[in-house]
Each structure stands twice: as C-alpha cells, then as structure tokens.
C-alpha cells in the first residue's frame, strides 16, 4: 500500500508557475508508474503528466506540454510537476497516483490504471 500527500497548490496569476509535490509513503521509484491527474469542475479526470522511471520515460498531455516539467526524487520518494506559464484552463484540482506497474503513452490517462491516489491540492489561476 502507498500513501500519497500532495502538497504546493494555491492561486497564482495567469503567466505564473507552482510546483506541486507529492510524497509517497514508500519507495515507488522504478517498479510504479507515478502520475498528476486534475479534474476541473464538471469535467472528468484528466491525465496531466507520468513518469515511468524504470523505463526512462515521461509522458505529457498535449495541453501541458512545453509548459509542465515531472520530476521524481528517487532518496526523497517525492514526485513533482513544475507547471510554468499557467492559464485559467489549468484551474483544477490537481490529484497525484501511482499504478504498481509500467505506463505508456496511451495508458498514463487512463484513471482506473492507477491503484492509489492523493487527496488532491487545489490550483486556481485568474
């Protein structure tokens, strides 16, 4: 079992950034796939960014791409997406989740992949 706390969300500026952190209650490096998810107001679950260290790979929904930057730090069992020039359309609330297995380029936005999820921080852009 992996316990997810996601921390660094708030209010910035459209143009702005946040970093958002997540802290996993284990080591997930290499063996998960870890992924932010956001879910804006009557809109379904949307796959923002996955990184599959294990296969050396990260994955980026098109509308983030060039813009948000995923990261994990293997000794400090953290992950992190670095979001840069933010817009209104990136209003959401930001989930992170790990799946015990590997993801790909179609797989990483598929929700029911992921077997265990953060409680979410809330990012507000205006």
């Known amino acids: 079992h992996v316990q997810l706390v996601e921390s660094g969300g708030g209010s910035v500026q459209a143009g702005g950034s946040l970093r958002l952190s997540c802290a996993a209650s284990?080591?997930?490096?290499?063996?998960?796939?870890m992924g932010w998810f956001r879910q804006a107001p009557g809109k379904e679950r949307e796959g923002v960014a996955a990184?599959?260290?294990?296969?050396?790979?990260?994955y980026y929904a098109d509308s983030v791409k060039g813009r948000f930057t995923i990261s994990q730090d293997n000794a400090k069992n953290t992950l992190t997406l670095q979001m840069n020039g933010l817009s209104p359309e990136d209003t959401a609330m930001y989930y992170c989740?790990?799946?015990?297995?590997?993801?790909?380029?179609?797989?990483?936005?598929?929700?029911?992949?992921?077997?265990?999820w953060g409680q979410g921080t809330q990012v507000t852009v205006s």
């Open positions: 990184i599959y260290p294990g296969g050396g790979s990260t």
């Open positions: 284990r080591y997930t490096y290499s063996t998960y796939c």
């Open positions: 989740a790990a799946a015990v297995r590997m993801c790909g380029s179609d797989s990483y936005r598929v929700p029911h992949m992921f077997d265990y």
